[in-house]
């Protein structure tokens, strides 16, 4: 079992800039891809982005390439994604998932994540 816990979000101008924390329990953080995910009001949750367990690969959607961060510390369990001008379609809440990775491979299916945190809100004003 691993239990997640979000933290960062709020409320931020357009180009401003968050940087949210995903804490992890257990001893086998590394064992986990994880990544992250947003839901929109009325919108379906959709991915954001995923680090493999080293956190040498990262993988981003096309919406916030060049303006997110993904980053892990597999010493302190904790997963963080620095949000870089933000624009007000970045306005979601915002999950960090977990996904128990044997092979390596790195999923981007929200369905293949097998912990979800209970989310962190991100408003971003224009």
């Known amino acids: 079992q691993v239990q997640l816990v979000e933290s960062g979000g709020g409320l931020v101008q357009a180009g401003g800039s968050l940087r949210l924390s995903c804490a992890a329990s257990?001893?086998?953080?590394?064992?986990?891809?994880m990544g992250w995910f947003r839901q929109a009001p009325g919108k379906e949750r959709e991915f954001v982005v995923a680090?493999?367990?080293?956190?040498?690969?990262?993988y981003y959607a096309d919406s916030v390439k060049g303006r997110f961060t993904i980053s892990r510390d597999n010493a302190e369990n904790t997963v963080y994604l620095q949000m870089n001008s933000l624009k007000a379609e970045d306005t979601a809440l915002y999950y960090c998932?977990?996904?128990?990775?044997?092979?390596?491979?790195?999923?981007?299916?929200?369905?293949?994540?097998?912990?979800w945190g209970q989310g962190t809100q991100v408003t971003v004003s224009s």
């Open positions: 680090i493999s367990r080293s956190g040498g690969r990262t």
């Open positions: 998932a977990a996904q128990y990775g044997i092979t390596g491979r790195v999923s981007l299916k929200l369905d293949e994540y097998d912990y």
């Open positions: 257990g001893r086998t953080f590394s064992s986990y891809v």
